[in-house]
């Protein structure tokens, strides 16, 4: 059921992005034929095949590794953090407001994954190549740091931590569950939304396109905020997210050029 829910808001997001957001002049150089598309592929099949497979053994790993590794191990990290930031988070879950925690909640299920999956389809399309080797290579990177804290520091977060209502499952009943099938409640350390949603923003900045750049700002910004005033990461986790992500850049900087 949210599957095609989902669907329909995503094709809604696409369609607006399509016609507000890309440049027309753009448009009119991209040709709907089969051939052209292949072509693109065959350009760019290093950066797709990265991300084909970073996403592949990320969804292995938490249907097939997590829960295995983190029984293993026994233990909550997040039980370390509670000194440490006081409940700072949690206790955002205490003072909702009713519109803001809509639009955050929209902004975390709707607009976040619309950005994961419409960037490298108009690198690809766009012929995008330095923005798409850096996503890829981006992605690469930050997963390979980020995996082991997931697999040997589960740190549940906050909501779960504390007992508190969800807040997705507040505003879309029932959406949890469908949500939880790509990632677990223990994989904070560092936040992935915040790296990933810090790295697309400054892959669409390269594209030349200022409405898409400002779009991903604004993504960006509201993404890191949702995952505190939702109370779904700890402080910690983002901070280091946003540091993994700014330090991932640097080095694209340096390795990735035009040419």
């Given amino acids: 059921m949210w599957f095609i829910i989902l669907g329909l808001l995503n094709i809604i997001l696409f369609v607006f992005t399509i016609l507000f957001l890309i440049d027309k002049n753009q448009l009119k150089k991209i040709s709907i034929e ?7 592929i065959n350009e760019n099949i290093i950066p797709i095949s990265i991300i084909a497979v970073v996403i592949a053994f990320h969804l292995f790993e938490v249907k097939f590794i997590d829960e295995s590794i983190t029984n293993l191990i026994g233990y909550d990290y997040a039980n370390s953090l509670v000194s440490i930031e006081n409940g700072i988070v949690h206790r955002f879950s205490q003072n909702w407001t009713p519109g803001v925690l809509h ?13 994961l999956w419409f ?23 930050i997963y390979l740091v980020a995996l082991p804290f997931y697999l040997f520091f589960p740190i549940t977060n906050v909501y779960t931590f504390y007992g508190s ?19 677990t409640s ?72 035009d040419k």
């Fill in 103 to 115: 639009f955050f909640v929209f902004i975390y299920i709707i607009i976040y994954p619309f950005t």
């Fill in 165 to 183: 209502n969800s807040a997705l499952e507040a505003v879309i009943p029932s959406v949890e569950q469908f949500f939880y099938s790509t990632t």
């Fill in 119 to 141: 960037a490298p389809i108009y690198f690809i399309v766009g012929n995008k190549r330095r923005a798409l080797k850096s996503l890829a290579y981006g992605l690469l990177i």
């Fill in 34 to 40: 089969f051939d052209f598309f292949l072509q693109r």
């Fill in 186 to 257: 223990n994989n904070c350390l560092p936040s992935l939304h915040t790296a990933m949603t810090i790295l697309v923003a400054y892959c669409l900045s390269l594209t030349g396109n200022q409405k898409l750049k400002y779009f991903g700002i604004f993504v960006m910004i509201t993404v890191i905020i949702s995952v505190i005033y939702l109370s779904i990461h700890w402080i910690i986790d983002v901070i280091s997210g946003a540091l993994l992500s700014l330090g991932t850049i640097l080095i694209l900087k340096r390795y990735i050029k």
